[in-house]
């Protein structure tokens, strides 16, 4: 498709309307009883987080990592309960807290710093239950249940924690982390703490385990549309396309090479399309010979060394007549899918969506972008 409009040269094209309808198809999944949680964090992975969170009409709580984007979205006009789950023990909490921001506790020293605060504050404690990431140890358990429950100004809404293998259904690691969840669940009540709203799953876990939804999820890559377990299929819209415009096609001999170090040698004689994206943009060297570029509806290899600012794209006899101005797909609809991307190339589609960067300018379709 040639491009009518004058168009940025290297583009990310998020379609609003796929995320209402990924938030609104996961929401009736999971039933009025349980709360979406959408997970925002990292600009909505790539997808840009106010416009995510304005767009995600059905969700009831947004999730972030850190204090800087739940602010961000304050500071948008997202009223509804934002949880952040990074926070610096030593840094000011009185900003989020003033700003309505529900804190989650992965430690005693965060929990000491909210107590000596003495500033109201909504707030998590996040559990240990074998990521051995971030989180409260099953030795720190009963301390901190009841150092929370005897701070009065500190609104214990539940505990969190976050499964390491949710997105492989058979492995009883799941049981595991599930089974460490409902103890300290347990040990937290019987300790006097209510914890109405408690939340254990990602998007692979909300998919696959009913039984462990709680009362809320925390759900991100769902929103953007893609599967974390291959071959499943929920009814969800990839919402994020990576588009350049053809900067020129270019006729290459038999036996001559293209970009750095001469990787790649034509076979026989044909055409090259240069395509405006580069490592700077996000797309790594080490997608060499995995990316196939769609243009027109049809898929080209990628071929040499990945550029900072350029590819080569081998046309062989340009069946289709590509030309210079036609929009060639990195991924998404009318390329490879992220997850076919990801598959080729060795990472997750969790990765592939939040690599556009550098040049890439950011835009929105099919929905009500204020
Ligand atoms: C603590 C936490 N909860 C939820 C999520 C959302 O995970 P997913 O994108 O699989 O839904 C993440 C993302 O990695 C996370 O770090």
Redesign the pocket.
């Given at each position: 498709m040639s491009q009518s409009t004058v168009q940025p040269p290297l583009r990310t094209r998020v379609d609003l309307g796929a995320i209402a309808h990924n938030v609104s198809t996961i929401k009736d999944m999971v039933g009025p009883d349980v709360n979406l949680m959408a997970?925002v964090?990292a600009d909505a992975?790539g997808h840009g987080a106010l416009e995510v969170a304005r767009a995600a009409e059905r969700a009831d709580a947004f999730?972030v990592?850190t204090v800087a984007e739940a602010l961000e979205l304050r500071e948008g006009g997202i009223g509804k309960p934002i949880c952040a789950?990074i926070w610096n023990p030593e840094d000011d909490v009185s900003t989020p807290l003033a700003a309505r921001v529900d804190l989650a506790i992965p430690s005693l020293r965060h929990l000491g710093v909210l107590i000596e605060a003495q500033v109201p504050a909504r707030v998590y404690l996040k559990i240990e239950t074998g990521l051995h990431r971030a989180g409260l140890d099953p030795a720190e358990w009963e301390e901190a249940f009841a150092l929370a429950r005897d701070a009065e100004h500190l609104e214990v809404l539940g505990l969190?924690s976050?499964l390491a293998c949710a997105d492989e259904p058979e492995n009883d690691y799941t049981d595991f982390q599930a089974a460490n969840f409902a103890r300290a669940l347990e040990q937290a009540r019987a300790a006097g703490l209510e914890c109405p709203v408690n939340h254990l799953c990602?998007?692979?876990g909300?998919f696959t385990r009913p039984d462990l939804r709680y009362e809320q999820v925390?759900?991100?890559?769902?929103i953007y549309g893609l599967e974390?377990i291959p071959g499943q299929d929920h009814g969800l819209i990839p919402a994020m396309t990576w588009a350049a415009t053809t900067m020129a096609v270019k006729p290459i001999a038999a036996g001559e090479g293209t970009c750095y170090t001469m990787t790649w040698h034509a076979e026989r004689d044909g055409y090259l399309a240069n395509v405006p994206v580069g490592y700077a943009d996000g797309l790594p060297r080490a997608f060499q010979g995995k990316l196939q570029v769609g243009i027109g509806g049809h898929l080209y290899p990628q071929v040499g060394r990945v550029c900072m600012d350029q590819i080569a794209v081998d046309l062989g006899d340009n069946p289709h007549g590509v030309r210079p101005g036609d929009e060639a797909i990195i991924f998404g609809g009318g390329g490879m899918s992220a997850t076919e991307l990801a598959d080729a190339a060795g990472t997750i589609n969790?990765e592939v969506i939040c690599r556009p960067t550098g040049r890439t300018v950011r835009q929105y379709v099919g929905g009500t972008h204020a």
């Open positions: 997970v964090k992975y999730g990592a789950w969190m976050h990602n998007t692979p909300t925390r759900v991100g890559l769902g974390p969790y």
